[in-house]
């Protein structure tokens, strides 16, 4: 992988993480994180919505599109509601 390449896989999970974070909290609202909350909130929720995917329906993050987008939001709803209960 190139260096550029690499540098706009990095914008593109912020650019994902935003729009993931930022549509969590639209369904969900009470996460008071501003712009860098949202990007870390929906980076955390793609981690964790592919991992339970990929553990239980064999269904993970693999790229940009709208089953990655569900999953990952999906990753996001369970980090709104943990982070919640601690």
Do not use: C, D, H
Not at 7 to 23: A, D, E, Q, S, T
Not at 30 to 36: E, L, Q, S, V
Not at 44 to 71: D, H, K, P, R
């Amino acid at each position: 992988m190139k260096r550029g390449e690499k540098n706009m896989n990095i914008i593109y999970w912020l650019i994902f993480g935003l729009i993931v974070g930022g549509i969590a909290n639209f369904i969900s609202p009470g996460f008071r994180g501003g712009i860098i909350g949202s990007i870390i909130l929906g980076v955390i929720g793609a981690v964790v919505g592919g991992y339970l995917g990929q553990m239980f329906f064999n269904v993970g993050v693999t790229g940009f599109n709208l089953v990655s987008f569900a999953v990952a939001i999906a990753g996001a709803l369970i980090v709104l509601f943990v982070s919640r209960l601690i």
